[in-house]
């Protein structure tokens, strides 16, 4: 998934060549083969029984990079997979009501803390007690696993200065657990016989990365597609909080970062700087959460309401596609047994731990 | 930050439409994100049918 994820808030900034001809011919191509591989998955979905179109669409994303590969002249379309699926979550917002949100905000949060807190400390701790894990790579382990997978990881990279090879690494083992809980949540789920707000709460809690999350959530039904993007949403808020945390910690003289990039202004001062937490701030957010309010309030009518959740699905679909293009199993097989057993441990736990606070909170 | 078309360090005046690509290129992914949504909102709101 070595997709645009160079800053939290994925800017072009290095882009060059803005003429508006050469920006459709370096696109272009790209993301009419996401399109032509979202009618597809479409398709097959349709003649599969039980399969979900997103699932499908990974699947194919998956196979078919790693088997034909893909052009070098479309990777520039396909990378754009993060944005269509930061715009289908905007539009998702058209069926979430503003009442739900409300009613059920309040366990919301404190489930998204509490398992975030949990998620953080126990990676921390079993990377450093238990596997003897670097500890600027069982700081962006815990930064993925916590809050919201290689974003998090490579949104804290700076604050622990981390070296490459430390985010490649961590990059590596979150998208491996991506890949499989992609698969196994929804599976599980059923076998367990979750509700819909229970599974869609429950993956959004513990899964990784935003997409795999919203596809688990959609694979299971749409309502919990729903749940778990919107609790999802509630943990990725939290990005710019733990930036600041580990730019606090490792700015402290004692921390051993004698390997991090030198000159790099780690000053508790800026940790929490209104400009820091807002750049790491996904204003994607603010869209969804104007959808919430601009829908529940009939703003937008009805019949424009059952054209945007068909047009989310088509994004998601696009998105997934490139998701899927975006996973060189080869690059997951380079990852290492250690921190692939730290995260297991740490998933498994907070994984049982959340479930049953989520039964308790929430009911069955 | 740049407001409007301006000429760059070679002289040249930038397009309105060079101009308004450059500024979505910097723009942060979820504004991206914000505005593709809102385009598709638009046409939906004007009623053009989106089979699924």
Redesign the interface.
């Known amino acids: 998934m070595s997709d645009?994820e160079t800053s939290p808030?994925?800017?072009?900034?290095d882009?060059t060549g803005?003429?508006?001809l050469a920006?459709v011919r370096e696109v272009a191509p790209g993301v009419a083969f996401l399109v032509v591989l979202a009618v597809l998955a479409?398709v097959a979905s349709t003649l599969v029984p039980y399969a979900s179109a997103l699932v499908v669409a990974v699947a194919l994303g998956i196979v078919l990079t790693n088997t034909v590969g893909v052009p070098e002249r479309l990777q520039a379309g396909s990378s754009t997979h993060?944005?269509?699926l930061?715009?289908g979550?905007?539009?998702m917002g058209a069926r979430v009501s503003l009442g739900t949100l409300v009613d059920t905000g309040a366990q919301l949060a404190v489930l998204v803390v509490g398992i975030v807190a949990l998620t953080l400390v126990l990676v921390e701790v079993l990377a450093r007690g238990v596997f003897d894990v670097h500890r600027k790579l069982g700081s962006l382990l815990a930064a993925g696993a916590s809050v919201c997978g290689v974003s998090a990881a490579v949104g804290v990279a700076g604050s622990v200065r981390a070296t490459e090879e430390h985010v490649a690494y961590a990059a590596g083992t979150i998208l491996l657990f991506d890949v499989v809980t992609l698969f196994t949540y929804p599976a599980l789920g059923g076998v367990l016989g979750l509700s819909d707000r229970v599974f869609g709460v429950w993956a959004g809690l513990t899964m990784f990365s935003t997409g795999p999350v919203t596809a688990a959530g959609f694979a299971f039904s749409d309502a919990a597609g729903q749940w778990a993007t919107v609790t999802k949403l509630t943990r990725n808020l939290l990005l710019g909080v733990l930036v600041g945390a580990y730019s606090i910690r490792y700015a402290n003289p004692g921390s051993d970062d004698a390997d991090g990039a030198p000159g790099e202004d780690a000053s508790t001062a800026s940790a929490f700087s209104p400009r820091r937490l807002w750049d790491a701030?996904?204003?994607?957010?603010?869209?969804f959460f104007?959808?919430v309010v601009l829908t529940s309030t009939a703003v937008?009518?009805d019949?424009?309401t059952a054209?945007?959740?068909?047009?989310y699905?088509?994004?998601f679909l696009l998105a997934f596609v490139g998701l899927g293009l975006s996973v060189d199993v080869a690059d997951l097989r380079d990852t290492g047994v250690t921190p692939i057993a730290l995260l297991l441990t740490a998933l498994v736990t907070t994984s049982v731990v959340a479930l049953v606070a989520v039964r308790a909170l929430l009911g069955a | 930050m740049t407001t409007e078309p301006t000429a760059d360090d070679s002289g040249t005046v930038?397009s309105p439409?060079?101009w308004a690509?450059?500024r979505w290129?910097?723009?942060?992914?979820?504004?991206?994100?914000?505005a593709?949504?809102?385009i598709?909102?638009f046409i939906?709101?004007t009623?053009?049918?989106?089979?699924?």
């Open positions: 645009d808030g994925g800017r072009d900034a882009a803005t003429s508006p920006v479409r993060k944005l269509w930061e715009a979550i905007v539009l701030f996904p204003k994607f957010v603010l869209g104007a959808v937008v009518s019949a424009a054209q945007l959740t068909n047009a699905r088509w994004l | 930038a439409l060079e690509v450059d290129r910097h723009l942060d992914r979820g504004w991206r994100a914000v593709v949504a809102g598709v909102t939906a709101q009623g053009v049918p989106v089979p699924y």
